[in-house]
């Protein structure tokens, strides 16, 4: 079955400390890996898509890197403006939906 | 571009009672999809259109649910009856192309009491 673990559900950082957020997924023919940001009250906004091993994107503090088993969000030198939930979800097999894990809510801290 | 706009934002509703979520996607996007996050849990897939073709309803809990499409542009969602199960925040996502970064609304947050 296919299915999306992220680690932790819950990080406080401090401005300017740098951490890595987790994905693992186990999904039958991968054809995408995304990362969402959610802040109270809206809708999954997105930042990437990561579609084979070995593959990383970048933007501003956040970097997402991909493995065939995992998916990790660095986000280095954080901000207050980096507090939301992080979402990560995997598109694979026979239909087009997104499976999505439980997200991570990200504090930081000034 | 304009967004995806769902209305209404909330909706408070006693149970029995009918309600109908709105979804207008991106101008152009063919493919569109209501997804549901109820209390606690991670966000689950509802159904995707094509156009105006249902191209996988597997999601839907059961029939008290209905999805329309009209003319392949604003998406309706009714549920009739609602039950307080329904409870959540109900989004609606859409995308040019099958596989890419969807664009979600802000969702209707749907309280069945």
């Known amino acids: 079955e296919d299915q999306v673990t992220q680690s932790p559900e819950a990080l406080r950082l401090q401005e300017g400390e740098s951490s890595s957020l987790n994905c693992s997924y186990t999904v039958s023919g991968l054809r995408g890996l995304f990362w969402y940001r959610q802040d109270p009250g809206k809708g999954p906004e997105f930042l990437f898509t990561?579609?084979?091993a070995g593959e990383e994107k970048e933007k501003e503090r956040l970097k997402a890197t991909l493995t065939k088993k995992e998916s990790f969000l660095h986000i280095t030198a954080p901000k207050p403006e980096d507090s939301a939930t992080y979402l990560c979800a995997v598109n694979g097999g026979a239909t087009n939906k997104l499976i999505f894990g439980t997200g991570t809510l990200l504090a930081v801290q000034p | 571009e304009a967004g995806v706009t769902q209305f209404p934002s909330h909706s408070v509703i006693e149970k029995g009672q009918t309600v109908t979520l709105r979804c207008d996607p991106i101008s152009g996007h063919d493919n569109l999809y209501w997804y549901r996050r109820v209390m606690g849990k991670e966000i689950k897939f509802l159904l995707h259109f094509v156009k105006e073709s249902k191209q996988d309803e597997s999601g839907m809990p059961n029939n008290r649910f209905l999805a329309e499409r009209t003319g392949g542009t604003y998406s309706t969602l009714k549920v009739q009856p609602a039950e307080l199960e329904d409870s959540g925040v109900y989004f609606c996502a859409s995308s040019q192309d099958r596989g890419y970064g969807y664009t979600f609304g802000s969702g209707t947050r749907l309280t069945v009491v």
């Open positions: 990561l579609y084979s």
